[in-house]
């Protein structure tokens, strides 16, 4: 069983451990005490938490096929004639998006604005984390 401490638990959620620590608190979430007194989460509980959250029916899936959303900050656009580079900053994530420029300015899309990258590919590739560090697994 993987367990993860409130500090990775909220790395893989891209929020702040005081973020978990309040959902710990608040019954959202549920933590158990290690062998050293440090607050863990399940890792399966984590994923179906993880799970519940995304499931945010204002982020709109309900009207496309496409599942994969990530919601953050627009960090840069670069405009030229033509073409546009939009980068967005979700959570630790960056995503890039080239797209017209009519499109950027149909969308008001600025440094600061609130974008969802959204996201369908034929291709994804899925790579395996490398085993957690020996606090994250059970008994370590």
């Given at each position: 069983?993987?367990?993860f401490r409130?500090?990775?638990?909220?790395?893989?959620?891209?929020?702040?451990?005081?973020?978990?620590?309040?959902?710990?608190?608040a019954?959202?979430v549920?933590?158990?005490r290690?062998?050293h007194?440090?607050?863990?989460?399940?890792?399966?509980?984590?994923?179906?938490?993880?799970?519940?959250q995304a499931?945010?029916?204002?982020?709109?899936?309900?009207?496309?096929?496409?599942?994969?959303r990530?919601?953050g900050?627009?960090?840069?656009?670069?405009?030229?004639?033509?073409?546009?580079?939009?980068?967005?900053?979700?959570?630790?994530?960056r995503?890039?998006s080239?797209?017209?420029?009519?499109?950027?300015?149909?969308?008001d899309?600025?440094?600061g604005?609130?974008?969802?990258?959204?996201?369908?590919?034929?291709?994804?590739?899925?790579?395996?984390?490398?085993?957690?560090?020996?606090?994250g697994?059970?008994?370590?």
């Amino acid at each position: 069983m993987t367990r993860f401490r409130i500090g990775e638990a909220a790395d893989l959620l891209g929020v702040s451990a005081d973020t978990v620590r309040r959902w710990v608190d608040a019954g959202r979430v549920t933590a158990e005490r290690d062998e050293h007194g440090h607050r863990v989460i399940d890792g399966v509980d984590l994923a179906a938490f993880a799970r519940a959250q995304a499931a945010d029916p204002d982020a709109g899936a309900e009207f496309s096929s496409a599942r994969n959303r990530l919601r953050g900050i627009v960090v840069d656009v670069r405009k030229d004639t033509v073409m546009a580079q939009v980068d967005i900053q979700a959570g630790p994530f960056r995503v890039v998006s080239l797209m017209s420029r009519e499109a950027v300015d149909e969308l008001d899309l600025r440094v600061g604005s609130v974008a969802v990258a959204v996201i369908k590919s034929t291709t994804v590739v899925v790579e395996r984390a490398a085993p957690p560090t020996a606090r994250g697994r059970a008994g370590g």
